[in-house]
């Protein structure tokens, strides 16, 4: 038996949005990782004033917490898709376990404004990499009393500072995995040929 028109034209709209939002993230990570990349540039710089640097460190922060609202809204949008298709994930985790600092840090943002990025050079990395220090996000944040505790999304940091570039780096995999399972469970629950027929033909929102 075919699934309702309405229901597949949903499931249609919610296949574009996933597609949609999936690029984006690309963009985006891709922004915050050149981002950073810029500072240490501006750290090298013999000639640039500390105003400059920080100025570069700021704008770093924003991409990165425009790249983890992204993230945040990609879990709403698995979570709203779940209530309506009755679909689940599997083989990934919600986002904010598989990428848990970033949802942090787009906590602590979201309620105070920028954290206060730095950047340092440390042991294990060949160059200077751009660092959330541990005491600035803890103090910055709005933790427990209704609000996520912080050890919610940083269980797992030692030390002063953690380096934000791997962790960026690290949320490409989870990402496309999540998509690319909530969409093939749509897939298998509307029929591949039947759902792109509707996904090119979707029309606007209401």
């Known amino acids: 038996m075919s699934p309702p028109a309405a ?8 296949l574009v949005e996933f597609d949609s939002i999936r690029s984006k993230l690309r963009d985006t990570r891709q922004t915050a990782l050149s981002d950073m990349d810029k500072c240490v540039h501006t750290y090298r710089l013999k000639f640039s004033g500390r105003r400059e640097l920080r100025r570069d460190l700021n704008e770093c922060e924003w991409s990165i917490y425009q790249y983890a609202s992204l993230l ?13 298709f009755g679909t689940r994930l599997e083989q990934h985790a919600p986002i904010e ?81 999540i998509v690319d399972e909530l969409e093939r469970q749509l897939t298998e629950q509307f029929g591949d040929d039947e759902l792109r027929r509707a996904a090119t033909n979707v029309q606007l929102y209401d």
């Open 97 to 177: 376990h598989e990428s848990p600092k970033l949802v942090g840090l787009r906590h602590a943002v979201h309620h105070n404004g920028l954290v206060g990025v730095n950047i340092a050079e440390v042991d294990s990395f060949p160059d200077p990499v751009v660092v959330v220090p541990v005491t600035s996000i803890e103090r910055h944040g709005n933790w427990g009393d209704g609000n996520p505790t912080f050890s919610t999304f940083f269980h797992d940091v030692s030390g002063d500072a953690f380096a934000l570039a791997p962790v960026v780096e690290n949320s490409a995999e989870p990402v496309e995995g």
């Open 7 to 14: 229901d597949l034209a949903h499931a249609a709209r919610r």
């Open 72 to 84: 945040h809204m990609l879990g709403e949008m698995v979570e709203r898709t779940h209530d309506e």
